[in-house]
């Protein structure tokens, strides 16, 4: 026979587990109830920039350089992009940014090492807003809408 205090102690870790989930549960709805206000003000701070650009804040070497933004831009090691890097984290053609519309979205071309914007890797293209960061290899961009 099994003592009844293990039959409580299971009790008490089941609801553990419970108060838990739902600590997570409300913690991830505040995440989300939380980004669009955040997303505002970067927009409000980029509207008063001028053209799109990209910033490269860090990285090996360039941090600073500013990058106009056209209707199409690759970056990577190749010579032939609009940004080179000389990032051996970076693959020959790694990323492009392109405008579509009104907007402009970031699309990794198959990179061995991927692309991230504000942390997350990105799979497909994503949309861009004032303020994001994009990570190609060791080099982080600040897109300026």
């Known amino acids: 026979m099994i ?5 409580i102690s299971a009790r008490y870790f089941i609801l553990f ?3 838990l989930f739902l600590a997570l549960v409300v913690r991830a709805i505040y995440r989300d109830i939380r980004a669009p206000s955040h997303e505002a003000k970067r927009k409000v701070r980029s509207k008063k920039k001028g053209k799109p650009q990209l910033v490269i804040i860090s990285g090996e070497r360039n941090i600073g350089a500013r990058y106009e933004l056209g209707e199409h831009l690759t970056i990577g090691r190749a010579t032939n992009s609009g940004i ?5 984290y970076a693959s020959q053609q790694h990323a492009r940014i392109y405008r579509s519309d009104d907007s402009f979205f970031v699309e990794d071309l198959g990179s061995t090492n ?3 914007v504000n942390g997350r890797r990105i799979s497909y ?4 807003r004032g303020g994001d960061r994009i990570k190609i290899g060791k080099t982080v961009f600040e897109f300026l809408a």
């Open 3 to 7: 003592p009844n205090i293990v039959f």
């Open 17 to 19: 587990l419970l108060y």
């Open 84 to 88: 080179v890097l000389g990032d051996t």
């Open 114 to 116: 991927g692309t991230y």
């Open 125 to 128: 293209p994503l949309t861009l």
